[in-house]
Each structure stands twice: as structure tokens, then as C-alpha cells.
């Protein structure tokens, strides 16, 4: 199967503002540029690190965008309440339907081409490398961030999300879990690590970890870098990289290791 072609970085909607903009703002809406869309009761909380270092970078040049919905504005009565008592009794409280119904139909209105809408949610599918690739080559993704005791079942099954769990542990709020998605997602937009072999070569790229790294000093508290990496033959440097990320992933992660056995035959 052939891979989708990378994306353009897209044309600026240009719209009439009276408001100018300031330098380092939030880009404006681009033209088939992948966006992530946040649905939260924390708005404030984004970009975060996400707005540092290449992927903060990068957004500013407009490879990626990032847009946050505030939950609070869809909720109900004066004091925009988003959630109530579960049903049949328990601790905590619930995410309402007609709040996040509102929220997600505001936030998808318009939405185009392949858009997944995505659930925060440790019974969800554990995040990983082959899901990233995917979510890297769908025109940009929706991300629903829980809190309290979740939401209402009846908003997953009516809107078909998909759950997704950043590890088998409970947070307060899915708002690291989504930056954390967004972040291992946008590293794979092409332009935003700048070397796209950093990507091929990195951990999970293959199937196995990756294999050790080493920079200057030659030698460090008595600890010299491996000669073959400095023998400047780059064939058996490749080896002995690959027989290292074949030994650390045999040793540290016996399950990736028994499924890149199963992928070699």
C-alpha cells in the first residue's frame, strides 16, 4: 500500500480584522495544513510544551495548527454547568451529553476529509508509534479531554470516538494525554524535526528501540565511545547499531520483541 503524499503547507485565509496582529501570535486558519482541535474546560493549558522547541517552531510557521474549544461556553443554565450526578448512584460527577454534544457539533462543524474525533480515556487503546504514523496522514484530528468521571457513554456511541489511552493509569484530565498525542503526532509532520531521518531511524520506527547515541567528549569519566563508531565505516557502524536495538529490545521489552520476531518470518 502506498503512503498518502506529503502535504503542502497550505495558502493563509486571510480575514478582515480591525484588531492587528501581534508578532508570535497563534497562526491564522492555512489551507489544508494538519490542525488539532482540543475540546477541554482548559483552554489555558495550550499549546503548553507544545509550543516550545520545534513543534512550538513549527506552528509558528504554520506546518501544523492547533485550535482549543472551550467547554464552559456549551454548558448549562447561569453558572454553565458541564456536569451532574451519575446515574444510579456513585462518587464524583459526569460530563453531560447535551453539553459535550453541543461542544463536539460546534467543533466539527465543516470538517473535511479523514478527521478522527478522539476520547482521552484510560480504557482506550494505548497509544504507540504505528498509531501516530496514522494520525499524521489524516487531515487533522478532534480531541475530546475528559475530567470528573468521564463522560456520558451515550456521547461516545452517537459520535463514534475513539478511546485512546496514554498508559494503564488514571489522570485527573486528559489535557497532558492530548498534548502528549498531539506532540508524538506532530513530529512526524514532514518539516517539523527539519532531519526526516530522525524520525526513520528513531525508536518504534522499526519494530525495535533504538540503539544507544554517543557525542563528544571521546571519552567521559572513564567511559570511551565504542571504536566501531568511530571507525568511519558506515556499514558496519549500521550493523552494529541494528544488532544494539535487536539486544535492548530483546532485553527491555520482551512483547515488542516477540512481534518484530513474528514480522521477520
Excluded at 468521564?150 to 452517537?158: K, M, Q, S
Aim: with cysteine.
Amino acid at each position: 500500500m502506498t503512503e498518502k503524499p506529503s502535504k503542502s503547507h497550505g495558502r493563509k485565509a486571510i480575514r478582515p480584522t480591525l484588531k492587528p496582529r501581534e508578532l508570535l501570535t497563534p497562526t491564522p486558519d492555512l489551507h489544508g495544513v494538519w490542525k488539532a482541535k482540543v475540546i477541554t474546560l482548559f483552554p489555558s493549558a495550550f499549546p503548553g510544551v507544545l509550543g516550545e522547541s520545534l513543534t512550538g517552531k513549527a506552528l509558528q510557521e504554520g506546518l501544523w495548527q492547533l485550535e482549543t474549544v472551550d467547554l464552559r461556553q456549551f454548558g448549562v443554565g447561569k453558572h454553565r454547568n458541564v456536569d451532574d450526578t451519575p446515574a444510579g448512584g456513585g462518587a464524583g460527577m459526569v460530563l453531560r451529553p447535551d453539553v459535550l454534544g453541543e461542544a463536539i457539533e460546534h467543533t466539527m462543524a465543516g470538517v473535511q476529509g479523514n478527521w478522527p474525533l478522539i476520547y482521552l480515556s484510560p480504557r482506550g487503546r494505548r497509544m504507540d508509534q504505528r498509531m501516530m504514523q496514522n494520525l499524521a496522514r489524516c487531515d487533522g484530528m478532534t480531541l475530546l479531554c475528559g475530567r470528573f468521571e468521564g463522560v456520558d457513554e451515550r456521547v461516545l456511541e452517537h459520535y463514534g470516538v475513539q478511546e485512546v489511552s496514554l498508559g494503564d493509569f488514571v489522570m485527573t484530565g486528559g489535557e497532558i494525554a492530548a498534548q502528549a498525542l498531539i506532540d508524538a503526532t506532530v513530529r512526524l509532520i514532514p518539516g517539523v524535526l527539519g532531519n526526516q531521518a530522525s524520525a526513520e531511524e528513531e525508536s518504534f520506527s522499526s519494530g525495535l528501540l533504538e540503539h544507544p547515541q554517543y557525542t563528544r567528549p571521546a571519552e567521559w569519566k572513564g567511559r570511551a565511545i565504542p571504536d566501531i563508531l568511530m571507525s568511519g565505516h558506515h556499514g558496519r557502524i549500521a550493523e552494529w547499531r541494528h544488532e544494539m536495538s535487536e539486544q535492548i529490545t530483546r532485553e527491555r521489552r520482551p512483547d515488542l520483541w516477540e512481534s518484530y520476531r513474528k514480522t521477520r518470518g
